[in-house]
């Protein structure tokens, strides 16, 4: 079949409709049972600031790897006021872990602007929530949907894959987002009253059944109308262009001690890792550091030792820092025990500094 073809299970609205009531019906005997989410058919919407944080956190990691961080975020600050309210640093530091921490200064400014601008509640439509600093078409879709049960077309990695897969989609990702949310479109009923159920339904089909990989047809609600799964080979979709191969760059991280205590610093506020506090480190550059390069921009005059070096994947290119060690003195850095110097660390940091201290 090829793409545009409609599938098998088409017949126009009532078509439409055979679907959503499938899909529905396998979600309320299979739904996630998530922290963030009021279950199907909950008589109670889900709390828009958990819709809101869950979203911002999963946009770069894995639901098993959000769960604990989504549940001490609410636990310490349990409304978006309360978010609101917190310092900086704090949240920084409870965001490491999770991908960049621009989304974690983003987080910020939109608690801000809801805490000043909304009375601490989120606005109920698309429209308004798109226009809060750090949300997306995304992100306001899937809480307009799921909290306030708007008929928003939420599209996510899972919904593509459903998507492709069901219409079997020829053309490649990323230049078949367009017509996968066309698609995604088309099955939004504007009368229903279950449209957060039914965006988190595709989610969790995508997630647990038609998943990367090899889907489960055999469990699939839609597998008779797939037409991947007509085709023969549903495992086909997505297509996916080939892609660039991600740039490698070097750069060099010092462990400066100072009588047993750890020197860190404050990255710039711009750029990756903005604001957060790291150890020193050189500018990071495509060609590695000679060591009479390294002792030109250390920040102390320490007699160093090479402790080894250490790799990290950030998402548009990987990186090895090579690691030195050394007795010193930085003006204006905060200093920690060895045990202590660790916390709030991002993962690139912690690493060096585990390698520096072995």
């Known amino acids: 079949m090829k793409s545009g073809d409609k599938p098998p299970h088409a017949g126009g609205e009532a078509g439409l409709a055979d679907l959503r009531r499938r899909l529905l019906a396998w979600y309320d005997a299979a739904a996630r049972t998530l922290p963030w989410r009021a279950g199907p058919g909950a008589s109670q919407r889900t709390d828009p600031y958990f819709v809101w944080l869950s979203e911002v956190m999963l946009q770069q990691t894995t639901v098993p790897h959000a769960t604990p961080y989504f549940l001490a975020f609410t636990r310490r600050w349990p409304t978006v006021s309360d978010l609101a ?3 900086d640093a704090e949240v920084m ?22 805490a000043a601008e909304h009375g601490g509640r989120f606005p109920g439509t698309e429209a308004a929530l798109l226009a809060l600093p750090g949300i997306g078409p ?18 996510d990695g899972n919904v593509e894959r459903v998507m492709s897969r069901l219409f079997a989609i020829e053309t490649p990702l990323p230049a078949a987002k367009a017509e996968i949310r066309v698609r995604a479109a088309g099955f939004i009923d504007a009368a229903s009253d279950r449209h957060g159920d039914w965006a988190q339904a595709l989610m969790d089909l995508g997630a ?14 839609l597998a008779q109308g797939c037409a991947g799964k007509a085709g023969g080979a549903p495992a086909r979709y997505p297509l996916k262009s080939r892609k660039a191969e991600r740039p490698h760059r070097h750069g060099v991280v010092w462990v400066v001690l100072r009588g047993g205590a750890v020197a860190r610093v404050r990255r710039p506020d711009k750029g990756l890792l903005g604001g957060m506090i790291a150890l020193p480190t050189s500018d990071w550059r495509d060609r590695p550091w000679s060591r009479a390069e390294m002792e030109v921009v250390a920040p102390a005059a320490a007699d160093w030792h090479l402790a080894g070096s250490v790799d990290h994947v950030f998402t548009h290119f990987s990186l090895t820092l090579d690691v030195y060690v050394g007795d010193g003195e930085i003006t204006g850095a905060e200093w920690c025990t060895a045990s202590e110097a660790g916390t709030g660390l991002p993962s690139v940091f912690q690493k060096a500094l585990q390698r520096g201290l072995a």
Do not use: S
């Open 85 to 87: 309210a917190a310092q």
């Open 208 to 221: 647990t059944v038609c998943r990367p990989g090899v889907p489960d047809c055999g469990a699939c609600p």
């Open 138 to 155: 995304y992100t306001a879709a899937a809480v307009a949907a799921i909290a306030f049960d708007q008929p928003a077309n939420v599209v």
């Open 93 to 114: 530091a409870a965001w490491a872990g999770l991908g960049y921490y621009a989304r974690a200064r983003n987080l910020l400014k939109c608690a801000r602007a809801v």
